[in-house]
């Protein structure tokens, strides 16, 4: 059964860190693409990052590049979503998905975890 389950959302202040961690269950994370994804209230759903399975190459959303990392520990089976210079406009929900390419398009995506909070605020 494949699960995937975000976590380290929470409150911080303008111009703090943040590292979302996106742990995957019931398949083998090296061969497959992890993407992030976020969504605000009102608004429509945002790619946010992804890292690729074969090379492990990686792609930003142009609001997020300098700011935001990502990087997969295949070890783990767990990708990580590290967020700096956060900005309260970053206010979301943060999903990750999985599919064997990386696409920031969310409609490609089969599987997703349940999301988790991200509150940038003073």
């Known amino acids: 059964q494949v699960q995937l389950v975000e976590s380290g959302g929470g409150l911080v202040q303008p111009g703090g860190s943040l590292r979302l961690s996106c742990a995957a269950s019931g398949f083998t994370l090296d061969y497959y693409a992890i993407g992030w994804f976020r969504q605000a209230p009102g608004k429509e759903r945002e790619g946010v990052s992804c890292?690729?399975?074969?090379?492990?190459?990686?792609y930003y959303a142009d609001s997020v590049k300098g700011r935001f990392t990502i990087s997969r520990d295949n070890a783990k089976n767990t990708v990580y979503l590290q967020m700096n210079s956060l900005k309260p406009e970053d206010t979301a929900v943060y999903y990750c998905?999985?599919?064997?390419?990386?696409?920031?398009?969310?409609?490609?995506?089969?599987?997703w975890g349940q999301g988790t909070q991200v509150t940038v605020s003073s």
């Open positions: 890292i690729s399975s074969s090379d492990g190459s990686t």
């Open positions: 998905a999985t599919d064997p390419h990386c696409w920031f398009n969310g409609t490609f995506y089969d599987y």
